[in-house]
């Protein structure tokens, strides 16, 4: 890729988190601790008040998840997480209504928020996956050579909400095709609420083609020739080309 387009597309990249650190939301994630969230495991903090029933609940499931060797290999991403008690406070660190989580990633660090009100074990394990690649690759390297299609679709593979458990022969190879050329956030998460998640049923399906050429276990490895000279196409290989 030349350094013009990589200056570019890094640019690009960097404008969605600039604006993000003007936000109060990034202010509330940045100070989490310094306010009324106290941390109450690794990197996880948790409202002072929060139950404590509440806690062990969340707190069970991300252990469960930081070590279980999944298909694509031990975890070693450690996200600052926050657990907000409902949608009231989940907003206050950036997290729509109703969304159960999702990471916030920046030039700093990642970010989990979870939703307790809407708590979700696959959501949270999704979350994480994407947590992890972003570890593994750096915000430079995730942003210009990782396709955002790829990267929704390796966390989708481990989300089993009733949207993504799908047959991709009736996805369509059509559409498989379509969403790898939804490299960026912008494209992906264009349209209404039904056509992004045909976006994520797509993406799980292309993602899915290319691990069954790199194995899951493998996939680590693979991303890890992104932060040398590959770009994606050297290491995974084009999408197929079928008429």
Same mark, same amino acid.
């Given at each position: 890729m030349?350094k013009?387009?990589?200056?570019v597309l890094?640019?690009a990249?960097?404008?969605?988190p600039?604006r993000a650190l003007?936000s109060?939301?990034?202010?509330?994630?940045?100070?989490?601790?310094?306010?009324?969230?106290?941390?109450?495991d690794d990197?996880?903090?948790?409202a002072?008040?929060?139950?404590?029933? &509440?806690r062990?609940r969340?707190?069970?499931?991300?252990?469960?998840l930081?070590?279980?060797r999944?298909?694509?290999g031990v975890?070693?991403?450690r996200?600052?997480t926050i657990?907000a008690?409902?949608?009231r406070?989940?907003?206050?660190?950036?997290?729509?209504?109703?969304?159960p989580g999702t990471?916030?990633i920046?030039?700093l660090?990642?970010e989990?928020?979870?939703n307790l009100?809407?708590?979700?074990i696959d959501?949270?394990?999704h &979350?994480?996956v994407?947590a992890?690649?972003?570890?593994?690759l750096g915000?430079?390297t995730?942003?210009?050579?990782?396709?955002?299609?790829f990267?929704?679709?390796?966390?989708?593979?481990?989300?089993r909400?009733?949207?993504y458990?799908i047959?991709?022969g009736a996805?369509g &190879?059509q559409?498989?095709?379509?969403?790898?050329?939804?490299?960026?956030?912008?494209r992906?998460?264009?349209?209404?609420?039904g056509q992004?998640?045909?976006?994520?049923?797509?993406?799980?399906?292309?993602?899915?083609?290319?691990?069954?050429?790199?194995?899951p276990a493998?996939?680590?490895?693979?991303?890890?020739r992104?932060t040398?000279?590959?770009?994606?196409?050297?290491?995974?290989?084009?999408g197929p080309?079928?008429?």
């Amino acid at each position: 890729m030349k350094k013009s387009v990589k200056l570019v597309l890094f640019a690009a990249a960097l404008a969605i988190p600039v604006r993000a650190l003007c936000s109060s939301a990034w202010v509330n994630r940045a100070f989490v601790g310094a306010g009324d969230y106290v941390q109450i495991d690794d990197g996880v903090y948790a409202a002072r008040d929060l139950p404590p029933e &509440e806690r062990r609940r969340a707190l069970s499931a991300l252990s469960a998840l930081r070590a279980a060797r999944g298909p694509f290999g031990v975890p070693v991403a450690r996200p600052t997480t926050i657990i907000a008690a409902d949608d009231r406070e989940a907003a206050r660190f950036g997290l729509a209504d109703d969304v159960p989580g999702t990471a916030f990633i920046s030039p700093l660090r990642t970010e989990v928020v979870l939703n307790l009100a809407h708590f979700s074990i696959d959501v949270t394990a999704h &979350e994480l996956v994407h947590a992890e690649l972003a570890q593994r690759l750096g915000f430079w390297t995730r942003t210009v050579k990782l396709p955002v299609w790829f990267d929704e679709g390796v966390a989708v593979q481990l989300d089993r909400r009733a949207p993504y458990a799908i047959d991709c022969g009736a996805v369509g &190879e059509q559409r498989i095709r379509q969403v790898r050329q939804l490299t960026t956030v912008r494209r992906f998460w264009h349209g209404d609420r039904g056509q992004i998640v045909q976006h994520y049923q797509a993406a799980k399906c292309a993602a899915a083609e290319v691990l069954e050429r790199h194995p899951p276990a493998t996939l680590y490895a693979s991303l890890a020739r992104l932060t040398q000279d590959a770009d994606f196409d050297d290491v995974f290989g084009p999408g197929p080309i079928t008429p």
